[in-house]
Each structure stands twice: as C-alpha cells, then as structure tokens.
C-alpha cells in the first residue's frame, strides 16, 4: 500500500509527499457493541492497512485523491464538512486543529487501501487515524499513540455523526502484531494480549448502507435502557456497569427491545473479560465456546446479525471449529472463524460449499493475516 500510495501521490501532484502515515483495519475477537456501553473489547489488527502520502499544498485547501475511484477532490476544509471520504479527513484536520495542530499550508493527499470498506473491518478508522498521524507529521507533531485515536474518534463521531465507540480508532493507533488488545472503554485502559490462534475471515459480501442507522438505533436504546435504570440505580453511569449476576432485575425492569439490548451488552461484557483471561492462559477450546456465545447474543438479543453471518457460523460449528462470530458493527460484512490449524483447507471449503448451497455465490474465505499498528511511513523509495 505505501509503494501504492507514493505513486498515486507522484502521479497525480507531480512530485514527491513530505510524510506518510499508515494504519491498520481490525478484527474484533469478541465485545461486541459494548464499546459505547462502558464495557470491554478484544480487537486485533490486521495485516490489510490504509496508507496515507501527504505534502503541503494550498493555504486552507485539502485536495485528496484515492486509489479507490482516482478521483481528485477539493475541499475548503474550515468552511466546507467535506463529503465522504473527505468528511473524515475535515474531520481529522479540523480535531488536530483543536490541539493547536494546524496545517501552515493545507495539504495535498494520496490515500491507498486493501482494507475492505462495509465488511466490518474498520476501514474508516484506518482512514482517519493514518491521516491523523500523515497529517501531524506535517504540521511537525509527532503524535502520541493514544492522542492519534482520539483524533480518528472525534473526527469519525463528532463530525461525520457516526455514533461509534472507541474501539476500532484505538486498535488503529495500538495494535500489536501477534497480539489482541483488551480496551476496558471507560476508563481507556489497555492490555495487550498474545494471540495464538489461527483465524479464518470470511467475508460474506453483504453491504448494509442501513448499516450507520441501525447502529444509531442501537446506541439510542442502550441510552434509554440506562436512563431508565437510573431511576433504582442513580449511579449508573454505563450499561455495561448493571452486575451480570442481576440479569433477571434487569428482564423486570426494562420493557421489550431495550430489555434484550441490555441483556446482550451485560451478557458480553461478563463473556469478554472471561474470553481474555482464557486467552491470556492459552486456552482456545474455551474461548471459542464463547466466540459461538458470543454470535448467538449478537443474533437473538442484540439483532445485529444477517442470515449470510448465521449459516457462516452454524457451517462452521458443523465442520467442527473452535468458535466463530460476525466481527464489527454487524448487519453484514465478515465472520471469524478460530479453527485448529491443520483444519484451515476442509473447514474453509464446508463453509463455502454451505454458503454456495444457500446463496448461490461464494464468500470469500481467507487465512487472517495479522498486522501492527499505526505507523509513520517513510517517504523515500525502499519498501518495508
Ligand atoms: C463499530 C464501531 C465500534 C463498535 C463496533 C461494534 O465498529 O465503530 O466502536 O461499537 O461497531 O462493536
């Protein structure tokens, strides 16, 4: 991607960028829709990333051009919100500009991805927090890790009115190769984790544009859910703060769906802490019996998954994988599939010839690579 990006940028603005920042996309291993809720997430990076060439340009002025359509944009970044793709990155400019980040000269920029975008692997996320770290290369910041998640967070949630929680900005900034990060979402604290296993990723195709306002949805009830528990509960800040052990207090309280969203984020906040001590132990077997939990609460409880993501994990339960999940937001979008590595080939192909019975069409079924996280990347001809 950055051999790609250096070209695209030489190319189209006719002479060399001054930085380069890159970031991953991410898988999340289990936690699903407890970020915003207070509670705690396992995501890992992968090895597809988002690179991002940038050099000074025209006083106030972004002008972007992407691998993705090559179609060169412009946008008066403090006047203008931008429009897709250069929404996040007014975005970026305008939260890095918070902090006294500004750009002397605008900026020129030339993105490359293999980050798949709608398949729940964060690709905005690599969009945002690589342009937080090309951009402040150019400004003359080296921004800390932590700082360059937050600014992918406020760029995708404050302005471009995505209601996300912090997860996948922070895995961006803080993955580790080989390692999953445990994020406690309240307090920001982390904890990487060695990973061990050997994941399958498969990619069912299904593109939800519903996808951004169903998950608006979501949040807005988990809000009602805990404005209501407030009133026997007044401390109450997060969902995921309710005590797993008084599941039926909350069944009592909380009127249908709110009940059964509140039911999930609790369920799998418990479920998250115990899945990363399990890995922490090396103990696979048992963290995929909660991976398939994990899918089941998603499904019935939460309603965030699709038909194409539920025949994928029953195949692969039937072909006998450790667990599998969808990963991500949900309605769509990709499968995990932990399998014991000699059974990579024949798990990979029931699931196929499963998913081809029902669908008529393939999925994409991959070996998941790893990968690290955000980096600067450096702008001369080798390749790293
Ligand atoms: C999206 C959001 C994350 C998280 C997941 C669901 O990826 O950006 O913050 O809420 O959905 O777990």
Redesign the pocket.
């Known amino acids: 991607m950055r051999r790609d990006a250096l070209t695209l940028f030489r190319e189209t603005f006719g002479v060399a960028p001054a930085v380069g920042g890159s970031a991953p996309g991410?898988v999340?291993l289990i936690?699903?829709?407890?970020?915003?809720n207070g509670g705690p997430?396992l995501p890992m990076a992968i090895g597809q990333r988002t690179t991002v060439m940038a050099a000074p340009g025209e006083i106030g002025i972004l002008e972007v051009i992407s691998t993705r359509d090559g179609v060169r944009r412009r946008v008066e970044y403090a006047r203008e919100p931008g429009e897709g793709t250069t929404a996040f990155l007014v975005g970026v400019v305008r939260a890095l500009d918070r902090r006294r980040i500004g750009l002397p000269a605008g900026a020129r920029l030339a993105i490359a991805s293999d980050v798949p975008v709608g398949a729940?692997l964060?690709s905005?996320?690599a969009l945002t927090v690589s342009a937080a770290r090309a951009l402040a290369a150019l400004a003359g910041h080296a921004l800390a890790a932590k700082e360059a998640a937050r600014v992918g967070y406020e760029a995708?949630h404050d302005h471009v009115g995505?209601r996300?929680?912090?997860?996948?900005?922070t895995i961006a900034a803080l993955g580790r190769n080989g390692h999953a990060l445990l994020l406690e979402s309240a307090s920001g604290a982390t904890r990487q984790i060695p990973f061990t296993g050997t994941l399958l990723l498969v990619d069912t195709g299904v593109r939800h544009d519903l996808a951004h306002s169903a998950?608006n949805t979501r949040?807005a009830e988990c809000e009602a859910a805990v404005a209501r528990l407030r009133d026997v509960h007044p401390g109450l800040r997060w969902l995921a703060m309710w005590p797993a052990g008084e599941m039926s207090r909350l069944a009592r309280l909380l009127p249908a769906p709110l009940r059964a969203r509140a039911q999930h984020v609790v369920g799998e906040t418990a479920r998250t802490r115990a899945a990363s001590r399990l890995l922490e132990r090396g103990r696979l077997t048992q963290f995929g019996r909660l991976m398939y939990e994990s899918h089941e609460s998603c499904r019935r409880l939460y309603e965030?998954s699709a038909p194409e993501l539920d025949l994928v994990v029953q195949a692969a339960k039937r072909a006998g994988a450790l667990g599998a999940r969808m990963t991500?937001?949900?309605w769509g979008g990709a499968a995990l599939v932990l399998i014991r590595p000699a059974d990579a080939a024949g798990i990979g192909a029931a699931i196929e010839r499963a998913f081809e019975r029902r669908f008529g069409r393939k999925p994409a079924v991959t070996p998941l690579r790893g990968g690290g996280g955000a980096r600067v990347e450096k702008v001369g001809g080798t390749s790293r």
């Not at 936690?31 to 915003?36: I, L, N, P, R």
């Open positions: 991410r999340n936690g699903e829709h407890t970020d915003y997430v729940g964060a905005s996320a995708e995505v996300c929680g912090t997860m996948d900005q998950f949040r965030c991500g937001a949900g």
